[in-house]
């Protein structure tokens, strides 16, 4: 929440070391305060003139595949671009022979140091 506050007279001392606050308004965040907003309204040297509440940031809604009704929403041009180049992809497969699918998986590490 930003508050703006009105300084009634020059303030200064400690708390600033001892630099100066001049009458006049200021945001809570501004850094001639030095921080003492609050403390400076909370003892009379100054008081709030305004308050605002931040404004509600919207996330936009994005659409996913999940809220697509396909009988209702055709497919992109992209999407079927998309769906030509899988199937013209051709897919490789090796066919195994019974001698390999046979064939023994060779070890090759061998166990402990003997002496």
């Known amino acids: 929440m930003a508050i703006t ?3 009634h007279n020059n303030y200064g001392g400690r708390l600033t ?3 100066r606050i001049e009458p ?3 945001e809570d ?4 305060l030095f921080g003492l907003a609050k403390y400076l309204v909370e003892n009379g040297h100054a008081e709030v003139i305004a308050e605002s509440l931040p404004e509600e940031v919207i996330a936009p809604i994005v659409p996913t595949d999940l809220d697509r009704d396909p ?3 055709p497919l992109t041009d992209e999407e079927l671009a ?3 180049q899988v ?3 051709e897919v490789v497969t090796k066919q195994l022979s019974d001698e390999e699918l ?3 998986v060779a070890k090759t590490a061998k166990k402990g140091g003997g002496k």
Do not use: Q
């Not at 965040?29 to 001639?32: F, G, L, N, Q, S």
């Open 102 to 104: 046979a064939a023994p």
């Open 87 to 89: 199937t013209k992809t």
């Open 82 to 84: 998309l769906i030509a």
């Open 17 to 19: 070391n001892e630099e």
């Open 71 to 73: 009988e209702l929403d």
């Open 5 to 7: 506050i009105s300084v």
């Open 24 to 26: 006049g308004e200021y």
């Open 29 to 32: 965040t501004d850094p001639r």
